[in-house]
């Protein structure tokens, strides 16, 4: 297919995906499970024609069968068929016929089975043309802005007018999701099991669409289409639209169940901590975490910054908030002169004014007074306000206080100008009552449930906020080509080194000997000290195998050495190099090919230090001077870089070119690159450089540009 008729195809089901997610009419075919999406259909309120189509049953649901699709009024915008697997695919291709906008298929049995169920899924696909599928293998699709609900079973949400859309690779997970406590209203619940046709990324440009869609949150079992992903991602960046990721297969284990239960691809997890950092898609690690932070981005947004306040009338609470925001990189500044007068006022000699506050049970039940304790906090001009409050359990006794003081927020929050980023924070997620919440909620208040899921979110939000701001910077990846087909060929440090150099790369001055006698003579050329090697495309670790000498300081060492590598059995061809001094830091640069993500860069702590503490930090390609400059700040060995305890600060500007230098490299040759590794790239005192000591390079094919051997 060309391009252009590539674009028409997206373009056709883009709009089908339109019909889909927002139906007017809705066919549903089989028994039981259709009878279902009728039901659900009618308890949250759905008003627009629902079909069923039966081959033999008079009627569905209470609704008035048809026979086949041909019989329907008109081509429905959204189908669910709930039939066996190989039926699914002559319904589908019957729809698609008549012009159809899209069809949730929940039958299993297709790729996620072997062989035989990918053949099947490929007809499905091929059947479905420019119509929207989602599945097959899947639940199905909550709209609870439209009350359409293309889903076979029950679910816990209801009618809203705006929320966050969810979408996720698990039907079991969706439908938990759906049955949530947390006073948040969904506006969306996609599950989309197999992605037969329709990728997440192209889900998430649909729901872009939707301004009543505050954020979106995705549960990621593995992207097949990374570069897709990133695009959209982008997008919604540009367009402020949050994205929150719970990213599945982070464990090998857990590697290995995703593979098994929605056939998609998990590439590695460092990777897709690069992607979603460079993308500003804030990464959750458990199903609440992704519940309070599209909670936070709902009801407050992005933030500027990840600076708070915190109250509460306990010591513990407040050194636990102290203690747990420290690490996520939010901090509790002090408080500005007008705001500690305001609190010494209301809270007396007796409370240590300080953030984060404890301010006693002095004020506890007096509505006025926590009010203006509040509203001092909630004028404090930071960029998110905590009030610490767990509501009593049912049952216990008269919970009259906890509701003043929720009283007493509300009131500071209406009063306070301009509006503040105010949180009702319980410690324990059970601690707010949903009805609470959901009373917050309406007030603008962010009811969040548990301290360390109210932290990341922000953390998330001010990630978010961040990534939003410098959005025109950021580019999206680009799709790679599939690595050719052959015998990777190893290129020698002389290949190897010539080739990056030719990118920009400093190497230390070298020249290739055959035989001790030349390398001395070239060793003297050079001058010294010197470094030698024996050079074979097979001497991949040659500190082990004896053949490389350090610190030759005359012909004689270097003879003497040259001649001791040949009694090793090594070749007799020998690279000769100025030795470089007095590096301040020896790191790694490696670039490795990834199934999803193709070529991507690592740099790290090098020389003997890599496998010892194993302090990398991982890019995606295309990477940035900016980006690769922000991976060396980010390593736990930085400080050696810039000046550690009056040590020389290294030349850091010549180590992010040396770095970009191997990036360019290996988008040059995307196609043919296996594998990278410099190692070590020692960095000099400022204004030195940093020189490449050692290069090792595995492609496909050799390099056309690679110089012969010498």
């Not at 189509?53 to 569905?60: F, L, Y």
């Not at 709209?143 to 359409?148: Q, V």
């Not at 439908?175 to 989309?192: F, K």
């Not at 991982?618 to 305890?645: C, Y």
Request: hydrophobic share 45%; net charge negative; proline share 6%.
């Amino acid at each position: 297919m060309t391009s252009s008729a590539l674009d028409t195809a997206r373009s056709a089901r883009a709009r089908n995906l339109q019909r889909l997610l927002s139906p007017r009419h809705i066919a549903v075919f089989g028994g039981r499970h259709a009878a279902e999406v009728v039901r659900q259909c009618r308890r949250i309120g759905y008003d627009g024609a629902i079909w069923p189509v039966h081959p033999t049953h008079r009627t569905v649901g209470g609704l008035c069968c048809h026979p086949d699709v041909d019989a329907l009024p008109e081509a429905p915008d959204a189908a669910f068929v709930a039939v066996p697997r190989e039926p699914t695919v002559d319904i589908v291709a019957a729809l698609a016929r008549r012009g159809a906008g899209g069809a949730v298929c929940y039958a299993s049995g297709f790729a996620e089975t072997g062989a035989t169920g990918t053949a099947l899924q490929h007809r499905l696909v091929a059947a479905a043309g420019d119509m929207a599928v989602v599945g097959p293998n899947c639940y199905g699709i909550l709209n609870y802005l439209d009350g359409a609900a293309l889903w076979p079973d029950r679910h816990g949400g209801a009618r809203t007018a705006r929320g966050p859309a969810i979408i996720t690779q698990s039907g079991n997970i969706g439908l938990n999701l759906t049955m949530h406590r947390r006073s948040l209203p969904l506006s969306y619940l996609i599950t989309v099991g197999n992605s037969a046709a329709l990728q997440l990324h192209e889900l998430v440009e649909g729901l872009l669409d939707d301004p009543r869609v505050t954020a979106i949150g995705l549960h990621i079992e593995g992207l097949e289409d990374v570069a897709g992903f990133s695009r959209v991602a982008l997008e919604a960046l540009q367009r402020r639209i949050p994205l929150v990721a719970l990213k599945a297969g982070s464990s090998p284990l857990g590697a290995r169940a995703a593979l098994s239960h929605t056939s998609s691809l998990t590439g590695s997890d460092a990777l897709y901590d690069a992607l979603f950092r460079r993308l500003g898609v804030a990464r959750v690690r458990d199903l609440p975490g992704l519940l309070e932070t599209l909670k936070f981005l709902t009801v407050h947004g992005t933030l500027r910054g990840s600076r708070i306040a915190s109250m509460s009338c306990s010591g513990g609470e407040a050194s636990l908030v102290a203690d747990l925001a420290q690490p996520r990189g939010v901090t509790l500044p002090e408080f500005p002169q007008l705001t500690g007068e305001r609190l010494r006022s209301v809270l007396g000699e007796r409370v240590s004014v300080a953030n984060p506050l404890d301010y006693h049970t002095y004020i506890w039940d007096d509505r006025a007074a926590l009010t203006e304790c509040y509203g001092a906090v909630l004028g404090a001009d930071l960029d998110a306000q905590l009030l610490i409050l767990d509501m009593p359990k049912p049952g216990t006794g008269d919970a009259s206080s906890w509701d003043t003081a929720v009283d007493a927020l509300i009131a500071a929050h209406r009063e306070a100008a301009p509006t503040p980023v105010t949180c009702l924070v319980s410690s324990l997620p059970e601690g707010l009552p949903e009805e609470a919440g959901t009373r917050l909620l309406g007030e603008g208040i962010a009811p969040m449930q548990g301290l360390t899921e109210c932290l990341d979110a922000i953390a998330a939000a001010a990630a978010i906020g961040a990534a939003q701001a410098g959005a025109d910077r950021i580019r999206p990846l680009t799709a790679h080509p599939s690595a050719h087909s052959g015998t990777p060929h190893t290129l020698d440090e002389w290949q190897g080194k010539r080739a990056l150099a030719a990118r920009g790369l400093r190497v230390p001055e070298a020249a290739l000997a055959t035989g001790p006698d030349e390398a001395a003579l070239r060793a003297r050329e050079l001058g010294f000290p010197i470094v030698l090697k024996a050079v074979s495309a097979s001497l991949t670790h040659k500190t082990e195998a004896g053949a490389v000498r350090l610190h030759l300081t005359d012909t004689g060492q270097v003879r003497e050495a040259a001649e001791e590598m040949l009694r090793r059995g090594l070749p007799d061809r020998f690279l000769v190099e100025r030795m470089v001094q007095e590096p301040v830091a020896e790191l790694i640069v490696g670039v490795h090919r990834d199934p999803c993500f193709g070529p991507a860069l690592t740099v790290g702590a090098g020389g003997i230090l890599v496998e010892l503490i194993r302090d990398t930090a991982t890019l995606l390609l295309p990477a940035s001077p900016a980006e690769i400059r922000t991976a060396l700040t980010s390593l736990r060995t930085w400080p050696l870089l810039d000046g550690h305890r009056g040590r020389p600060k290294a030349d850091v500007e010549a180590a992010v070119a040396a770095v970009a230098a191997v990036a360019a490299y290996a988008h040059d040759h995307a196609a043919d690159l296996v594998e990278l590794d410099v190692n070590p790239l020692l960095v000099l005192p400022e204004g030195r450089g940093a020189y490449a000591a050692d290069a090792l390079i595995r492609l496909t094919h050799p390099a056309q540009e690679d110089p012969p051997h010498a």
